[in-house]
């Protein structure tokens, strides 16, 4: 029964770490930095209109083109 609140302490432990690892990273703030995350720079996006990088969207979300016959 010693043993019940080390497990206690470690699994708390453990939600807290996760917790802090899964904290949104803001996104980057100029063209170049945006590139090397490799998402999309939108030139009139944000609050200001002067430039902002979006998340890219991946391929199999876009909808596909329809064949031409």
Known sequence: MKSL?????????AI??????QQAAPAPTNKADCEKAKMKWDEKGGKD???ACVAATPAAAQPAAPAKK
């Not at 609140?5 to 432990?13: D, G, K, Q, R, Y």
């Not at 807290?16 to 690892?21: E, G, I, N, T």
């Open 16 to 21: 807290a770490s996760v917790a802090v690892a």
């Open 49 to 51: 209109a002067k430039g």
């Open 5 to 13: 609140p080390i497990a206690t302490l470690v699994a708390a432990f």
